[in-house]
């Protein structure tokens, strides 16, 4: 499946640092062409702004001086009028400045050999000389071009005509000029805007360890695909607190145990979970190797390494592997450790009866034998048969039988409530999930009457037909239950008896929990503790 996938992202046209290039090639150009078209259009509209404010302002001054006035009145023998207006076309930078009579005859000219000769527009000359102000846009003896006409007053009087104004060729020249410059500024855009692509491109391709996107596309595949195939939870986070890793392996163990654990990728990881797993291995960035966690009802080994890269960190690493399974067979066996300490008791207890009897066989004190084993019979009525009695499953009887003279041998009085009283039933899961219950209850009890020196242990344990369901209460004379110890009943390795313990509590809350059941603890006003459960007879939650 990998190499189909490696197959399928192989097929490309161009390699990323060529996209690159083109792509912001093909951008810089068109935003440069668009650009240039927009200055050139606003040059164009600016130019003619300009162009009118200009001839319109030259033309009005023009028609207002006295030598063109003088001109218009008296004739223009010496040509003073020619050389106001040339004077004027140079200072002003324009094609022809024309001043007409009102017979439209020129008294000056951009080209001389026109003076004295009728204006060539005929329309235009009539329209000025009736008064108008305008602008006129028209070809004429010089070529195409743009003019304005401003009539001439003399004490209110029409004397003339002034006409000034430019030819389209040098207005184009203008606009060429300024094209060249949009064109040299658009290649120069351009030249950096490709310098900058190849630089971009070349980075790129560092950052990304100089692979293209399709093989970093198949690499993340298949990293995603071997992550989520490793049956091991795995879960890492950046130093800080963020989700970078979380495999199909760690989500399932989460779902399993019932753990809110709502954070995805990216997301800052739940708080208890951190302090959990990773406060130590980012804060000392020490690895920790095979640590038993209790994950909410599930066991696992947890190993948490620090990530490094060139001596750089970037967070921490967790495998999860789930131990319930495992914990469970070591649950059954610890049961069967109790059957086992249980038979040793009162197999240790019959030996020594043997004893007995075999002794006084040998010294041939017949009528003692018969005495002591008739003794036996009354023990076994009094107390194995009280036992059988009440309790109708062989497999709860016995494990009590053996508790209670397991208890004997430590001077620890144990009894069993009068109206205690469970009637025939399949040794099933549930029934032996009661047997690891009592085992840890009943040695919890007893020690703590040992720890006190004196005292009895009360048993009452009843099955309600009617709920299916397992009533047990244990009642000691002992120490009784701190304020603390109270709180902590249920943690993983915490104990009142030493190092090494403090996990039985926990199981029995783990069984209490998969069975629907209810557990209690508290102290005695005369002393001592008293823990009261109830536990259905039926199959666990499977998680």
Do not use: W
């Not at 790129?204 to 049956?231: D, R």
């Amino acid at each position: 499946m990998v190499s189909k996938m490696k197959e399928g992202f192989k097929k490309k046209s161009f390699n990323l640092q060529t996209t690159i290039i083109f792509v912001v090639c093909c951008s810089t150009l068109v935003s440069l062409i668009v650009s240039a078209i927009l200055i050139r259009n606003f040059i164009l509209s600016r130019n003619d702004e300009t162009t009118n404010e200009k001839i319109s302002s030259v033309a009005k001054i023009v028609s207002a001086n006295e030598i063109v006035k003088e001109g218009l009145l008296n004739g223009d023998p010496n040509l003073t009028v020619q050389a106001f207006a040339t004077d004027v076309m140079k200072a002003a930078n324009l094609d022809f400045v024309v001043v007409m009579d009102t017979d439209r005859v020129r008294l000056s000219h951009a080209a001389p050999s026109y003076i004295g000769q009728k204006f060539s527009d005929e329309e235009d000359a009539r329209k000025v000389l009736a008064g108008e102000e305008f602008f006129s846009r028209k070809v004429g003896v010089l070529g195409n071009g743009y003019r304005y006409f401003v009539p001439v007053f003399y004490e209110g009087k029409i004397i003339g005509g002034v006409c000034v104004g430019l030819t389209s060729q040098s207005m184009g020249v203008y606009v060429s000029d300024a094209q060249k410059k949009i064109l040299l500024s658009l290649l120069l855009g351009l030249t950096v805007g490709i310098i900058g692509a190849i630089f971009l491109a070349q980075k790129m391709k560092t950052i990304l360890l100089g692979l293209e996107p399709e093989e970093i596309a198949a690499q993340l595949s298949e990293k995603e695909i071997i992550e989520n195939e490793v049956e091991e939870g795995l879960i890492a986070i950046s130093p800080s607190k963020q989700i970078i890793l979380l495999n199909r392996g760690a989500k399932e163990l989460f779902a399993t145990s019932s753990l809110e654990m709502d954070s995805q990728l990216g997301e800052v990881i739940d708080e208890n979970l951190y302090e959990v797993l990773f406060k130590a291995t980012l804060e000392e960035k020490t690895e920790i190797r095979n640590q038993y966690m209790y994950l909410n009802g599930i066991e696992v080994i947890a190993s948490v390494s620090p990530i490094f890269s060139e001596e750089q960190f970037f967070g921490a690493v967790a495998t999860l592997r789930d131990q319930s399974e495992m914990m469970k067979l070591l649950e059954e066996l610890g049961g069967t450790e109790q059957y086992i300490n249980s038979l040793r008791a009162q197999t240790h207890e019959f030996l020594n009866k043997l004893h007995v009897i075999s002794g006084l066989i040998d010294l041939e004190k017949f009528d003692e034998v018969s005495t002591f084993v008739q003794q036996l019979n009354h023990h076994y009525t009094v107390e194995v048969g009280y036992i059988t009695k009440l309790i109708k499953v062989p497999a709860i009887a016995g494990f009590l039988l053996g508790k209670i003279n397991e208890a004997k041998e430590q001077q620890v009085e144990m009894i069993i409530a009068d109206d205690s009283y469970v009637p025939e039933m399949l040794v099933d899961a549930s029934v032996h999930a009661l047997l690891q219950i009592l085992g840890n209850l009943l040695d919890n009890a007893k020690e703590a009457v040992l720890k006190k020196g004196e005292g009895q242990v009360r048993i009452h344990l009843t099955f309600e037909e009617e709920g299916q369901l397992f009533i047990l209460e244990v009642c000691d004379d002992g120490i009784g239950l701190s304020e603390e110890a109270h709180k902590q009943l249920f943690s993983v390795g915490f104990s009142t008896k030493g190092e090494n313990r403090g996990f039985g509590l926990a199981i029995v809350k783990r069984i209490i929990e998969e069975y629907d059941g209810v557990i209690e603890f508290s102290n005695r006003k005369s002393g001592g503790t008293v823990v009261y459960l109830e536990l259905p007879n039926k199959v666990r939650k499977k998680k």
